[in-house]
């Protein structure tokens, strides 16, 4: 670690190799191809967009009721979510693209929970966890909404009640499953307009 | 930085049912107070009329013997088909004595109204509203009677008795027309069955 | 100006919406609207059996499920007028501790991480882990537990139970040491919780406040050691008691001290149930309410019937009522039966803690900045599933 025998006192490690010396009787455009190819990669759009959209999804922080719980925990130092690319809960839909709706959704939260989804940027996706979300669960009365699939479009139902967090650590790679085959809509093209041949008098 | 009080008596307490009822019959001799009695009645719970019920929570709040300081709980019941229909039920509790008494009204069915109590423990506030919920229930006096569970514009009081449950039918095929299993030939697609182990 | 800390907010734990009206930064009033979770409960409840009302409890505050479902069972005892049996209680303390233990270290946790300490979320759902592995080894569920019954428990606590339990409480005191280096003397955690969220002995009293919000405020009033149940005047703790004016930070050293009393009541107890024998009775013998155990009904005709009119139709209380209530973590939570004697009761009320709690938070925040809003509501310790039922 001293100056004399170590001019670089930042390098710790060893050198890096050298790469070989190209073989002889190659052109320069052929090691070029060469080098290309070795660190290159071949995709359609559509492939390389979903694999993004899948490994990094940002679910907003929608906790209503116990479910919400296990959805803390799935967060926590056990069962990791960062593994998957999901452990940056956003407080706002905007900047969201998940929303697991965790929990009984009571009828004076319906319209909050649909505003919301409409605040979504797309492309949105919606996770019902638990019995509650999915189809109303143990309260089937007046107060509970009987299914969140009644207000917003939903991808994945995780059951349970409440669901472990490895049941919603599935339902996560389900979607990813789900995102990793969808097909990505890249918009309409801007048509060029054609000019009117009729002559102006 | 207030000191904490004095350690509060344990387990016994110095105040019994009959000496509350002593208490108040001694103040107010000429309201009817009478204890609810019956096989199972747990608690100490006493029967006050409606126009006095602020007067005598005042008093059991503020007699130093009796010391009723909080307020824990106000409940509202619906007994349908005995008139009168209604009842609020209030639980009280002195810390310095360690009791626990329950006073009970008696209300009506057409225009349920009791005189609120926020101005004796400012806790009633939200349990008066939670009644008024559920039951339709007037608290003459206090400073906001709103909704407070149930959403704001919701027409009809859901814990009566007449209200129904809202029970919503699950969605078979021998209740549901035109809803049929799925095609067995699907079933080819499920996965074979797998034998479990138990460790 | 009005700002709306609306019902899906990171910090509200839960869906609670505070309508705040502003001078600047200065709250002069805050308006807290709730009712986002109302599930119906007391209403569900008359339509089902004692039993049946069980795993609605563990919904309520779902923090604390073992909690819920033992105030709800001794108050149908009460009802019925039936105890069960000492081996049962020491049991139902055991879990009641270690419920008070996990119930506090979400609320440390997600209180911590409000105010901006990250870590201490991880140290404590660590431990909550643990816990929650023990409720899943004692009834097979890790949260919505329904383990304690109406005269008794569910089932007998399984062989190593006690092990596990013995080990977790021995290792318990060093986390909360963990804790209380992380935050007790950190100047940035003093700043944003001392004498931030004051709430009088005399407001918390006329407000109605239990537990540890009370404590916290210099009152010394627990009902595990003034209106004792469940065999607690038989085991030697303390009650911790706030001595600065009842500010954030008294409530979060009341409930620290809670941890470290929880740990030393679960020691006990479980020294009481190895006492007691690691199999044994537990549920009470009065068929009449309580069922059978397995071997009776496989072996005794008459054991056989109870059990099937218990199942069937529910156990038949007399007519009448009864409030029980009892020290749970947030605070004093009580259940108000009033029976008609059928199995159905014919009101069930819920007096819950958290509801009363929000009701002080105008008279916490008045005059304050809006950053204390949220170590406010942190240290009331609500849980919306108990506020809204």
Known sequence: MTDEKNPNPFRTLAEPPKPAPPPQGMSEEDTIREELERGVLFSSVEK??????????????????????EMMAIVGPRFDISRFGAEVFRASPRQADLMIVAGRVSIKMAPV?????????????????????????????????????????????????????????????????????????????????KKSRKAVA | MTAPTAALPGVATTLTPERIEERLRVRFPDVTIRRQTGEAVRDHTLYVPADQLVEICTFLRDDPELDFAMLSWIAGVDYLPRDPRFEVVYGLLSLARNARVNLKVALGEEHPRVPSVTGVWPTADWHERETYDFYGIEFSGHPALTRILLPEDWVGWPLRKDSPLGYEEVAFTHNTPGRTVPDPKLKKLAPKKVKYRAH | MTLNMGPQHP???????????????????????????????????????????????????????????????????????IEAPARTQAIRVLLTELTRI??????????????????????????????????????????????????????????????????????????????????????IWLARTQGVAQLSQKDAIGLGATGPVLRGSGVKWDLRKNQPYCGYDEYDFEVPVGVSGGDAYDRYMVRVQEMRQATKIAHQAIAKIRAMGEKGDYRLRDYKYV??????????????????????????????????????????????????????????????????HLQTLPSMIRGRLVADVITAIGSIDIVLGEVDR
């Open chain 1, 113 to 193: 929970l649909r505003q919301l989804y409409d605040q979504m940027p797309d492309p949105k996706w919606v996770i019902s966890m638990g019995a509650c979300a999915s189809c109303g669960g143990v309260f089937n009365n007046y107060a509970i909404l009987q299914g969140v699939d009644k207000i917003v479009p939903v991808d994945v139902y995780v059951p349970g009640c409440p669901p472990r967090p490895e049941a919603l650590i599935h339902g996560i790679m389900k979607l990813q499953e789900k995102i990793l085959t969808s097909r990505v809509e890249l918009g309409p093209f801007p048509t060029k307009k």
């Open chain 3, 291 to 356: 069922l059978p155990p397995k071997e009776d009904v496989k072996t005794s005709m008459e054991a056989l019937i109870h059990h099937f009119k218990i199942v069937a139709h529910g156990f038949f209380p007399p007519v009448g009522e009864a409030y029980q209530a009892i020290e749970a973590p947030k605070g004093e939570l009580g259940f108000y039966f009033v029976s008609d004697g059928t199995p159905r009761p014919w009101r069930m009320k819920v007096r819950s803690p958290s509801f009363v």
């Open chain 1, 48 to 69: 390389m967009v979903n694999w993004a959209r899948a490994n990094a999804i940002w679910p907003l922080g929608f906790g209503l009721a116990c479910c919400a719980i």
């Open chain 3, 102 to 187: 996990s119930a506090h270290c979400v609320w440390l946790g997600t209180h911590a991480l409000d105010i901006g300490a990250m870590t201490v979320f991880f140290y404590c759902f660590r431990e909550r882990e643990k816990v929650l592995s023990i409720y899943e080894h004692v009834c097979g569920a890790r949260m919505t537990a329904s383990y304690i019954r109406v005269g008794g428990l569910a089932m007998d606590i399984p062989a190593g139970f006690l092990d596990r339990c013995q080990k977790f409480v021995d290792e318990m005191p060093a986390h909360v040491d963990e804790y209380e280096k992380l935050l007790s003397k950190n100047p």
């Open chain 3, 11 to 81: 910090s509200t734990h839960g869906v609670l919406r505070v309508a705040l009206e502003l001078d600047g930064e200065t709250v002069v009033d805050a308006r807290s609207m709730i009712g986002y979770l109302h599930t119906g409960m007391e209403k569900q409840a008359e339509y089902k059996t004692y039993t049946q009302s069980i795993p609605q409890t563990d919904r309520m505050d779902y923090l604390s499920p073992m909690s819920n479902n033992l105030a709800l069972c001794l108050a149908a005892e009460k009802l019925l007028g």
